[in-house]
C-alpha cells in the first residue's frame, strides 16, 4: 500500500486528513470566529492574480 506522504506518519495524516474535511465538503468557513477568515477583495482593489501565477 502506498502512503500520500512521507513527511509525517501514516496516524499524522489520516488525523490532518479528518482537519480538513470540513474545510473540504462544508460551503464556507468552518472558524468559529468570524473575525479570524480572511476578507473577501473590495469592489475597487486591483486584479492580481495569485503569489506565483503569471499575469
Do not use: C, I, W, Y
Not at 513527511?7 to 482537519?19: F, G, I, Q, T
Amino acid at each position: 500500500m502506498r502512503r500520500e506522504s512521507d513527511l509525517h506518519s501514516p496516524r499524522a495524516d489520516d488525523e490532518m486528513k479528518a482537519e480538513l474535511q470540513g474545510m473540504l465538503k462544508g460551503n464556507g468557513p468552518t472558524r468559529a470566529e468570524e473575525g479570524l477568515d480572511t476578507e473577501p477583495p473590495a469592489d475597487d482593489d486591483p486584479n492580481v492574480p495569485p503569489f506565483g501565477e503569471s499575469r
